[in-house]
């Protein structure tokens, strides 16, 4: 009995200094926590934030540092036998274990989209491991770790190098993928020469109210709530923003959203009414209802882009304002936006203070991008929504942000602007190349002034060393395309040629301006070219119409020829542009018999009416069919 | 017998009736159901089965584990516990016949719940086969032209609805190159000097060991050289050396080159439409920043030149497996295949690449879903059937809870025996000597397997996810006892007996069962008080 309650008081001792000692321990290791800083937040506010995740932290009880490294060796060990079938799931599962371990959503976006996705092969696969890694650092990490720029900087790498790149063998997959999203979300920028008119056109997204009450405030915007609520929209429901937008892009007349006039499904009967009252609103002569309608528009777009998205529209145009009429459609904008947006949330930044060194090579590499590809244009694919057609050309209206930004970014690092050619300077090189590509760049698009600019600017800032730079800016680029390898007798061939091509893809892509520009351009060259060879008759071109004409026949039957894709849709366009300009009417007449067959038989394939899509140009009269000769005698 | 018979009976029948069963069947019926129509996997068909399968066989074999050790220590247990085994002993009943009747109705019991486990799971797979794939939708939807190629699809049923049977490429060939390299020593005279290095080397490490501080003894190193045993010993050694040398070198692709390998004994079944499968593993020597290699694929009849495919030129992941399906057409008829990779250099991507024979591997058809499944569930019994061994012992000389408990470790640990032995391995992660701990982890490791399965290796759970075959070679093995060649993976002292025994959990149920009736035999249910 005795020995009994000996053991009894033994057992309760040591249950009493173990007791003592966890107290003990237990005070160091808080503030240990504290130190590291792994304690960032109460338990209460955990549960507020994210029930199901602190539930899912708490469930595994002491077992939770087993199970996670559980879940860790067979996330890495499935990824490397090449089994991706949950992977997806156990990552999910470790980032809602660690959510404030901004490492943790860091790593597994990273190997989401870079590691997982090339062992996949199919386009959808593919796009959607990205994805997978885009909304776990936005949705989640950004959600639980708002502060840390880490996941910034992740978040903006998958869009620069990712899918901005272009060595990934999908990466057009990417960027059309993504391009589809904003397209639905906020339609086409205005095709201008301005910047100030694309940033003009965003901004009513960015000013327009943040809730459905301060919306209402507006008279414009109450009568046309009004109109919607009659019709069975409410603005108070969830599914009001994606409905209207629907209805909006399949509706109105705007053509920065719509789907091709000719090939619109009409709307069914219970739709009539809202189609009608967007419609009504959209030509409203009177500009009431036509302004409830576009206050309306932003604030739904805006409320997406904050809730889905999670970007702040404020930003956006804080950074269009200062970087350029930033086409969202474009991934790099995107990389540009989670690259700065960062450095305010983190450290309270305004956009006034990014400099390049913050956020150096995403911001100068996406700006460079967009300088070669900022002009997108953009054919939507019936058959597949998701998969549009993008296409692009060089976006002039970049080069003096650019330019700025590394100016900027130069004179941080140097101090002095004279200094900025030497060796101190280790952006000097980038900035050297950059400029000397976007003086060829607006040379061989016509604009010769801009180019001398650039160019004395080379000359003044770094003060190149060679004697290509004493010469005039036309030899410089004339030397430049010849370092190239390209022989001097078809430089002019080389320049003329290329600027039909720019041309006609411009106006493929509905962008007019572009079009005249390249044009104009193209005929002086072809004019140089004509001059220089003219007494060798061998070497002699035909006459530019005709030449016009060719390259017009090729480029709608074989387009690859002139090393384009042009998808049917773009051909709509482009014959639509055609036949308004009177100076191609003789043209399209001569050119009309010998694509009809050909293009009737492809609007066959895809069921495009062709009737509607290419109807016979102005003054076309078709050549009667010929009857078989009578029999003599 | 019929005694016997009547144990195991009415063991069946009482099991059969305890809520436990009933239970953990409806729990089992619930998950795997809700698993079918819930589990998303990475959003295409193949992955949602894969998960599906994965994810069901190891719940099954989980709950049906548990299932088992409370019935079978509860069982033996409670008859002790309440006396009534006094009833039973009494009888003309011997005492191992009362111990192995009872495991035998478990065991009958587990049959028929592997049964309707695995009867469910391969139902509800079949059922999701039936799903579409986002292609199939999209056809219906008129998004894509009825021929579009199906991926999807086809993997589904050339990767999972499959048993298939791996086969690595040939090992290089280097015999040649090795005796040139061996040939070039002796001409330039250089032999001597490599073999008296090598014996430097020998003394040295020796000395090291013994702990001695006196240098090595010339004397000695020209005794060694001039004896022919060592001699021969050493010429061996330096042969395997320039062996892998040489493999090493055959391996590394530098860009612009090329790597043939060939593959015999291949048997796809003939007039067969299906594809076969490629799977490898590429280490570059610097991995590039997107972590992504340009490599270009060519499979190819040896023999007819057919199934030559126009380059194919895919980006790859590094490190990780990799694969892609090609025509069965390339496989000769006599079971050979000629594969072709090139490290073509692209800006970006210029890297020397590896590549190991034995990680590219041909994976072909050899037999069909269904009989793997069987096999599965076979491999699943033989687990289950060494718990209730393991808590038949248990429970003949310990409470219920205790037994319990202790089966509930066995279990544990046989399942995480892959972790345990990575864990417990010598030299593997740092490049010290190992210490005294790791010495005794390591050696616990090894004792505590040669009692208990791995659990986890044996697991058909991978093997159909894969569309891998469990060949019945497999399941014999896990019913007894296999004697086979050692692996990479055995001790230094079955790679010097040159022979290696592998006991199954069959075998070990044996051992235990063998055990508990020894216990039972001689242990004390009732003491005569006067």
Known sequence: MWRDRLIQLALWGVVAAGLTAASLVGGRMRSRQKELGLLTR?????????????????????????????????SQRMKDEGKLFDAKQLRDLICDQMPLYASVLGYHAWDMAWNISVQTHTPEERWMWVHNGITLLRDK????NPKDIMLYRELAWIFFSKMGQYTDEMHMVYKSRWAAKMQRLLGAPPFTAETKQA???????????????????????????????QHG?????????????????????????????????????????????????????????????????????????????????????????????????????????????????????????????????????GLKSLTRTGYMYYTPNPRDPESPHIDWQPDWRFIEPTHQAYLAAGLLLVGDRQKLHADENPLAGGHITYLADAIMQLYLGGREADAD??????????????????????????????????????????????????????????????????????????????????????????????????????????????????????????????????????????????????????????????????????????????????ARG | MRRFWAVARVTFLECLRTRVVIVFLVLLAVCVLAMALTMEGDGTLKGRIQTFLAYSTLLTQLLLSVVTILLATGVVAGDIRHKYVLTVVSKPLPRWQYVLGRWVGIALLDAVLVGLAMGSIYGLSQYLRTRQTSVERKKLLGQLPPRAGDLDRLAVNSEIFTARAKKQAEPFDVGQQVEAKFQRLVEESRLDAVIGSRIKRELQSERIK??????????????????????????????????????????????????????????????????????????????????????????????????????????????????????????????????????????????????????????????????????????ILLALMFLAAVAVLFAVFLSFPIACLGCMIVFAIAMMSGFIHDATKLNVYTQKEPTAMDYFSHGVTQVAFFF?????????????????????????????????????????????LGFQVRAGAGLRAWLCLGLGCLIFWRRELARVQV
Request: hydrophobic share 40%.
């Open chain 1, 199 to 229: 940033i003009e056109a965003f901004r009513p997204i960015a000013e327009a109210p943040d809730d459905a009450d301060a919306l209402k405030a507006d008279t414009d915007a109450a009568e046309f709530l009004q109109g919607l609520r």
């Open chain 1, 42 to 74: 109460a338990a209460d506010e955990s549960i507020v934030k994210d029930p199901r995740i602190a539930l899912l932290q708490i469930a595994p009880g002491g077992l939770r540092a087993p199970f996670l490294t559980y879940l860790w060796i067979r």
């Open chain 1, 141 to 144: 990490g950004l959600f639980h």
């Open chain 1, 453 to 630: 600019h650039y160019y004395q600017e080379l000359k003044d800032l770094f003060k190149p060393y060679g004697k290509i730079y004493e010469r005039p800016v036309r030899e410089f680029v004339i030397a430049q395309l010849r370092e190239m390898g390209t022989p001097p007798a078809d430089l002019a061939r080389a320049f003329w040629q290329a600027s039909l091509r720019n041309a006609y893809r411009a106006l493929a892509g509905g962008n007019h301006a572009g079009y005249l520009s390249y044009h104009k351009f193209a005929r002086q060259w072809y004019e140089v070219f004509s001059n220089d060879t003219g007494n060798q008759r061998r070497l002699r071109a035909p006459p530019f119409r005709d030449q016009e004409r060719e390259f017009l026949g090729d480029l709608m039957l074989r387009p690859s020829k002139a090393r384009l894709y042009v998808p049917l849709l773009a051909k709509v366009r482009l014959w639509g542009s055609l036949c308004q300009m009177k100076e191609k009417s003789s043209i399209l007449r001569q050119l009309y018999p010998a694509i009809e067959g050909r293009l009737r038989h492809e609007c066959e394939r895809q069921k495009v009416d062709f009737e509607k899509a290419f109807p016979p140009p102005p003054g076309y009269v078709p050549k009667p069919a010929q009857q078989p000769q009578a």
């Open chain 2, 210 to 379: 013994s702990r001695s501080q006196a240098p090595v003894d010339v004397k000695e190193v020209e005794r060694r050289l001039r004896d022919a045993r060592t001699r021969e010993r050493i010429v061996a050694a330096i042969k395997a050396d320039l062996k892998k040398e040489a493999i090493e070198e055959r391996q590394l692709v530098v860009p612009g080159e090329g790597l043939t390998l060939t593959f015999k004994g291949l048997q796809p079944p003939r007039g067969r439409k299906e594809p076969l499968q490629l799977r490898y593993r590429l280490h570059p020597m610097h991995t590039p920043e997107s972590r992504t290699l340009k490599s270009f694929w060519n499979v190819f009849n040896p023999k007819t030149g057919r199934g030559r495919l126009p380059w194919n030129f895919k980006d790859d992941s590094a490190e990780a497996v990799s694969s892609f399906l090609f025509s069965p057409k390339a496989v000769s008829d006599d079971g050979e295949l000629t594969v072709e990779y090139w490290n073509f250099p692209r800006p970006g991507f210029i890297t020397p690449v590896k590549v190991k024979a034995d990680e590219v591997n041909v994976l072909y058809r050899v037999g069909s879903f269904e009989g793997n499944v069987v096999r599965a569930g076979m491999l």
């Open chain 1, 233 to 365: 929209m409410k603005p108070e429901e969830a599914s009001f923003l994606d409905k209207f937008l629907q209805y909006y892009n399949r509706f109105s007349p705007d053509t920065g959203v719509a789907e091709f006039q000719w090939d619109r499904k009409e709307p069914a009967p219970a739709e009539r009414p809202i189609a009608e009252l967007i419609r009504s609103s959209w030509n409203d002569a009177e500009q009431a209802n036509k302004a409830g309608l576009a206050k309306v528009l932003a604030f739904v777009r805006r409320k997406i882009l904050k809730q889905r998205y999670k970007m702040e529209p404020e930003w956006m145009l804080a950074l269009m304002q200062k970087y350029g009429p930033l086409d969202w459609r474009q991934v790099n904008a995107h990389a540009i936006f989670w690259a700065t947006i960062g450095l305010k949330r983190a450290q309270g930044l305004d956009v006034k203070d990014i400099q390049p060194i913050n956020t150096g090579r995403i911001l100068l590499g």
């Open chain 2, 452 to 496: 208990l399965p791995s659990l986890s290796e044996s697991s058909p759970g991978t093997a159909l996810v894969d569309g891998m075959n469990i060949p019945f070679r497999r399941v014999l093995r896990e019913s007894l006892v296999m004697i086979q060649r050692p692996g990479d993976d055995s001790t230094g002292l079955w790679r010097k």
